[in-house]
């Protein structure tokens, strides 16, 4: 039997409204969700914000890299300091910045060959967690939480 949320964040009185329910499970398991992938991706040496910027940045790799605004709405979670997440993943050689010659404010960011190991390394482990996670729903289920969360994120 699954945990019910009130019992897991100790609330004993009843949620305000069904829609607050709704939010607060979908926190929570986006919350749950992120531990666990975190787990898998501390042996690694890198964050789930460092993943997903590789992961963007492999996406890219053949159209000529991608400027740190560009990354910055890529992203799956806001970061307010993408700069200094790029200048970890740069002194880790898991990517590389260039300046562009014509506009010098320009600076694009590649994945290197390092970043694209390090990525191959954990997509088994990564794609075992998402198993793990999602593959006791079912697929018609998956597909109706997929359609619900999207019409959830429709008014963004």
Partial sequence: MTARLRDEIRQNRPF?????????????????????????????????????????????????????????????????????????????????RTRDTEDRRMVNTFITEDGLELLASVEGAVADEHARAFGHVGKGRLKTLIDLLEEVRQDE
């Fill in 16 to 96: 305000q409204s069904l829609e607050q329910e709704a939010y607060l499970q979908v926190v929570r398991t986006a919350s749950v969700l992120s531990d666990r992938l975190e787990r898998v991706l501390e042996p690694a040496g890198i964050t789930l914000p460092q993943y997903n910027v590789l992961r963007i940045l492999r996406g890219s790799h053949d159209n000529g890299g991608l400027c740190r605004n560009d990354l910055r709405e890529r992203m799956l979670t806001r970061m307010p300091d993408v700069t200094r997440l790029l200048d970890r993943l740069e002194a880790a050689g898991y990517v590389r």
